[in-house]
């Protein structure tokens, strides 16, 4: 079996698990997208996950347990990374468009380059640090995924959202500390408990909005 089938068994079986469904292209996206990934991590560093599978699980699977829970269709995902969860969502979702923000360039360089060979329309990669970044509008959802503490996050990103936007932090175990933290300015609307497949761990998304 080839890296890409056994990526594609991984993905499929997540999906059934999940309980989503994407078309054959959105699966392809996805396995090119860890391909993708696997072979620029070699050069430039992009993520600690090595092997290509374990990718599928902690960064893809991982990434795809927040379907359910998207609501709205401007979306700005900070602190990305190598693009997550922001690319695989951006991938479930062509609908809805993804602003892909990180500070550094090798990371926006990648992901300039999966928009171009995985032909996404829905992407915008940006490179700037959170506090400078201003969008046309604001967004209707503001996504985190190992970023910065809420604390953190609700300071820096603050001027995203106006009253109605959303922040959504994508968490490992119940931060009952961060959540302790959270200013007066802002409260905590809801929480979930997510299950990943094969995943080994806690992963909670905590959701935020302004008073």
């Known amino acids: 079996m080839t890296i890409q089938q056994e990526l594609h068994t991984i993905l499929v079986s997540g999906l059934d698990a999940l309980s989503l469904e994407l078309s054959d292209k959105q699966q392809q996206q996805l396995v090119d997208y860890v391909l993708l990934m696997d072979k620029w991590n070699k050069a430039y560093n992009l ?3 090595r092997d290509p599978k374990q990718m599928m699980v902690k960064h893809i699977l991982d990434s795809l347990a927040i379907v359910p829970f998207l ?14 969860p922001g690319m695989p969502l951006a991938i479930a979702f062509p609908d809805k468009s993804f602003t892909l923000l990180d500070s550094l360039g090798k990371r926006v360089r990648f992901m300039t380059q999966c928009v171009h060979t995985l032909g ?24 985190s995924r190992a970023f910065a503490s809420l604390k953190d996050m609700l ?13 959504l932090a994508l968490k490992g ?5 961060e959540i302790d933290e959270v200013s007066d300015h802002f409260h905590v609307s809801k929480t979930e408990n997510l299950t990943v497949p094969n995943l080994v761990g806690e992963r ?8």
């Open 173 to 177: 175990q119940f931060p009952q500390d």
């Open 204 to 211: 909670h998304l905590v959701w935020l909005k302004k008073k």
């Open 47 to 49: 993520t600690s996950v």
């Open 155 to 167: 300071h820096w990103c603050q001027h995203l959202v106006d009253s109605e936007g959303q922040f």
């Open 120 to 143: 996404l329309t829905n992407v915008t990669p940006v490179q700037s640090r959170v506090e400078e970044h201003n969008g046309n509008t604001p967004y209707d959802i503001v996504l």
């Open 71 to 84: 609501d709205g269709d401007n979306i700005i995902d900070v602190g990305t990374g190598p693009g997550l």
